[in-house]
């Protein structure tokens, strides 16, 4: 009989990372089934509908005006050069540096009642007060709209123009000898070519909208993931939640198979290697300016309104940076987020390294399994991980009171530790991916001549593979550090009592009205996204 086969640690290692990733969506679906109160036809019949009519909404309007602001400003700096195109190139990307919560409390601030705007109509029309003038409303699914594209549009942006920089000017050179215009050569030559760029960015973008949290509870919006915070933490419903955390995750992977077949037989290969790239054509004149015009306002409103906001308040109150509770919530932020960066580029290391080395089917099958967490929104991993590390929490404690005679309270939900995991779970993916296009750039020779020379797996990985990838492993660990300090449900639903990171103290003071006590941490989670920017930019020069 032939020896049974005995997995391996790589294959082991594996299958632990996959459940773990796996853990609170399988959570999400048993309390789904098993709620404890039936809940889901007063949910139908009342509020569900509501939540998910918004929800679509934002999610397909922010998705629809980031894929048009996205794909024609990607368009205009690849293919033209007007005033300020090389400077707007890469300003485009900095709207990802700010939350969009933080954009939200910024326009509410510029635009209310009390605020520059209104106050300066007033001054200058003569106005006493709102009873003599008509002003849109600020708090509205329309100003959602507004703030969450402007925050967004950066990712459909960001894929667009690689996809058009690849573009081969062969193919505009024989359209324009067809006689087709400006016009015409972006809607039947660009966009068709950029299809499967545009419509994963768009995909994302409409994902990230679900998960919002900061923008639509701010603005009053009753989206789905307000819907959980609702039922669980207002009505005390954890199965209730579940299910409506079950709508969200269905709606998500709609979009993802949409995203997919959007690009299923979609195929495009280089004729040659001599292929010239798209030359830059002058924009003079109106033209000029009124591309520069398209490219800039995206950019006011999505980094220079809100940061410089959100910079007056901060530094107009600088007492307020001496405040404890900014100090402790700066902590709690680069500890939690550390940690969940470190362990989570860690762990990609392994899985990808694992994949490679042992040539077996279970982890090849299972790593494209732990990039869900990503498309998981934050609210939905936080129901899904309470209650498992709840349980987990009581049997420790129950073993460590029966050894010792002593309780140790709380190990995981009375710490960062529920935090961290959540981190884990939810960025694991752009760990992964880095990871994985790191090594794939390595030539197979030198860590099998390493192993020839007397290493073993492991020191081949940290004396060939690590010295060769570091760069990448260091944007890794930045993307997952910045994901980590601007992650907003998933903080609120797992901290412990009394815990505050930055985002929350931001959520918290903001809620309150008190834009001059968030305005610290607020600009502090901002520069830790410019950072971030900076290095997503040079990677995509």
Not at 215 to 225: A, D, I, N, P, S
């Amino acid at each position: 009989m032939p020896a049974p086969v005995r997995p391996d640690r790589w294959s082991l290692g594996a299958a632990a990372i996959a459940a773990l990733v796996l853990m609170p969506i399988a959570t999400v679906l048993w309390l789904a089934l098993h709620p404890s109160e039936p809940i889901w036809g007063h949910l139908v019949s009342t509020t569900l509908p509501r939540y998910l009519g918004n929800s679509l909404l934002l999610s397909g309007a922010v998705g629809a005006v980031s894929a048009v602001v996205g794909t024609v400003a990607a368009w205009l700096v690849v293919m033209y050069r007007f005033p300020g195109a090389r400077w707007l190139e890469w300003a485009l990307l900095l709207p990802l540096a700010i939350p969009a919560y933080v954009g939200a409390y910024a326009l509410t601030d510029f635009l209310e009642y009390a605020g520059p705007v209104q106050t300066g109509l007033r001054a200058l029309m003569g106005w006493q007060n709102a009873r003599d003038y008509a002003f849109p409303e600020i708090r509205s699914r329309g100003a959602a709209i507004a703030v969450i594209s402007a925050a967004l549009y950066p990712y459909v942006y960001l894929l667009a123009r690689a996809a058009f920089r690849e573009l081969s000017t062969q193919s505009f050179d024989v359209a324009q000898a067809l006689g087709a215009g400006p016009v015409a050569r972006f809607w039947r030559v660009g966009l068709p070519l950029a299809r499967p760029a545009i419509a994963a960015g768009t995909a994302i973008v409409m994902m990230e909208t679900i998960n919002d949290f900061g923008v639509v509870e701010y603005f009053g919006v009753q989206t789905l993931t307000t819907g959980i915070f609702t039922v669980w933490l207002e009505q005390g419903n954890a199965g209730g939640a579940a299910q409506i955390a079950c709508v969200i995750l269905a709606l998500v992977v709609v979009l993802v198979m949409l995203e997919k077949l959007s690009r299923r037989r979609s195929r495009f290969y280089a004729l040659s290697r001599s292929e010239r790239r798209p030359v830059r054509r002058p924009l003079s004149g109106a033209a000029g300016w009124g591309a520069t015009a398209f490219c800039a306002l995206p950019f006011a409103a999505g980094f220079v309104l809100p940061l410089g906001v959100i910079a007056s308040h901060a530094l107009g109150n600088g007492d307020r940076w001496l405040d404890p509770g900014l100090g402790l919530a700066l902590w709690h932020t680069v500890s939690a987020g550390g940690a969940a960066a470190i362990l989570t580029v860690l762990a990609a290391l392994f899985l990808v390294y694992g994949v490679r080395l042992s040539g077996r089917a279970l982890p090849r099958l299972l790593m494209p399994v732990t990039s869900v967490g990503y498309a998981a929104p934050g609210a939905v991993l936080g129901v899904g991980l309470l209650l498992p590390l709840a349980w987990a929490d009581n049997a420790l404690a129950d073993l460590w009171t029966a050894v010792t005679g002593v309780d140790p309270g709380l190990l995981l939900t009375g710490s960062a530790a529920a935090i961290v995991l959540a981190y884990m779970v939810r960025f694991f993916a752009i760990a992964q991916g880095a990871a994985d296009a790191a090594m794939g750039r390595v030539s197979p020779s030198l860590p099998m001549a390493a192993r020839a020379l007397g290493r073993t797996a492991g020191g081949a990985l940290t004396s060939v593979y690590l010295p060769m990838i570091r760069g990448s492993v260091g944007t890794a660990l930045l993307l997952v550090f910045v994901d980590c300090v601007k992650e907003l449900p998933a903080t609120l639903l797992l901290r412990p009592f009394n815990y505050n990171t930055l985002a929350t103290r931001v959520y918290e003071q903001a809620s309150l009205e008190r834009i001059g006590d968030a305005a610290p941490a607020a600009l502090l989670v901002t520069g830790v996204g410019i950072a971030a920017v900076g290095v997503l930019a040079r990677a995509n020069r």
